[in-house]
């Protein structure tokens, strides 16, 4: 499949002299964002078709090496056959320029069987999927009469409400509606950016939920901000990681927690940041390494700060048992999922109930502070029981899911079967 893209319209929404297409939300202008969304649903060749200032479009993405794409352009009302030969010979996906777009609608609308033109509100939004047979009609006036086949293909085309769209997203672990947004005012810009923020929600644990409203806010102020990136957030959160390890070992516990907490925050940011401005790469997945590397760190210094204030060695023993049980717990989910292909967290209902409630370092932290600032509570040893508890109950909980659920698998798949077929034991 390929795709072509209709930016032709002037920025009529701050009456600027450039192509509307260039009119940036969260950084990133609308063509960059469709371009990347298309690029990531596994398209890998798009027509820009230019119309007002289009040699500032041109200028920006060049052939599109750069951006993994090859692209051609052609200029509104013009006539170059060989490359509409070239496009209109396949299967297209036509996109107008003035929409904001993620990878996940792209590609819910290349499943669609036969020629579609979407809408929102009763009202066309320009985005039409085309069979190869359908697209080779237009090949000698697809420029030239553009509004013309454009209201054709609309009156021909099964009209799909983008709205009742609904998918599975395997990162975020739950349905989503695609984002679909027609940019065609000063509110629907700010609308767009409400629904990227809304999106970005990744966590189910009910502490994700309590720091949310916090990292939204947060979000939704620097989005706009360019030089602020997903990567230079991921650097400050492990600097501050850091320091919260040494004020542990300092004995400044009450001060360490808190800003544990805060790091907790910005740790949810980096990734939220990516997904609004939706370009996710694959080097910022190595962030939950780093993640994994500090927060292990923070266990081991809240023991030995422990340790140091008791004057025993129970701190230590709790801790490591802590860490181990917790290593523990990871792997059982990173294994699942590499093997399963999904999430342990979002495989069932119950599993999707149990992942609000399960051990991980946002709860752990949550100990921390309660049993350091709230006297009546106890003193900090008893976060650290706490924390052991809250883990070796997620361990149990993994672990035997994970067997039931494989288990049923390789019945499902007819190996229990063959392993009685052949006289061993399962």
């Not at 990734?271 to 996710?280: D, E, H, T």
Request: hydrophobic share 45%; with cysteine.
């Amino acid at each position: 499949m390929r795709a072509i893209i209709l930016a032709t319209e002037k920025d009529f929404i701050f009456d600027e002299d450039r192509p509307l297409a260039l009119v940036k939300v969260c950084s990133i202008p609308l063509i960059a964002r469709i371009l990347n969304s298309i690029r990531a649903a596994g398209i890998r060749e798009a027509l820009i078709v230019l119309g007002f200032k289009g040699e500032e479009i041109r200028k920006m993405l060049k052939d599109g090496e750069e951006i993994g794409l090859r692209l051609f352009y052609l200029q509104a009302g013009g006539y170059e056959v060989p490359v509409l030969k070239e496009f209109l010979d396949d299967d297209l996906l036509v996109i107008s320029a003035d929409l904001v777009i993620d990878t996940e609608f792209v590609t819910e609308i290349m499943k669609i069987e036969g020629n579609v033109a979407c809408y929102l509100n009763d009202r066309a939004i320009g985005v039409y999927k085309l069979d190869r047979e359908y697209s080779r009609l237009f090949q000698y006036d697809f420029t030239s009469n553009l509004s013309k086949i454009l209201e054709e293909i609309e009156a021909e085309s099964i009209k799909l409400d983008v709205a009742k769209m609904e998918m599975e997203h395997v990162e975020l672990k739950r349905k989503v509606s695609p984002i679909c947004v027609k940019i065609d005012s000063r509110n629907s810009i700010e609308l767009a950016k409400r629904k990227l923020v809304f999106r970005t929600q990744k966590g189910l644990h009910f502490t994700s939920y309590i720091n949310k409203s916090i990292e939204d806010h947060l979000i939704y102020r620097i989005a706009e901000v360019s030089w602020i990136t997903p990567n230079r957030i991921t650097i400050l959160t492990n600097l501050l990681a850091y320091t919260v390890a040494t004020l542990f070992l300092s004995g400044c516990m009450r001060i360490a927690v808190i800003l544990a907490y805060i790091v907790g925050i910005l740790d949810g940011l980096d990734g939220k940041l990516a997904r609004v401005r939706g370009i996710l790469t694959k080097l910022g997945y190595i962030e939950h390494t780093f993640d994994m590397l500090y927060e292990q760190t923070w266990y081991v210094c809240f023991a030995l700060s422990l340790y140091f204030l008791e004057s025993s060695y129970l701190p230590l023993v709790l801790g490591l048992c802590m860490l181990l049980v917790d290593s523990f717990v990871r792997h059982c989910y990173m294994q699942f999922k590499e093997t399963m292909g999904k999430a342990l967290t979002a495989y069932t209902n119950f599993d999707r109930a149990f992942a609000k409630v399960d051990g991980r370092r946002n709860v752990y932290v949550l100990y921390m502070v309660l049993f350091s600032w709230i006297p009546w509570l106890g003193k900090p040893l008893y976060a650290m029981y706490a924390m052991l508890t809250h883990s070796s109950v997620t361990a149990v909980i993994y672990v035997i899911r994970a067997i039931q659920h494989m288990s049923a698998v390789d019945k499902a798949e007819g190996l229990k079967g063959f392993l009685k077929l052949v006289g061993k034991p399962d």
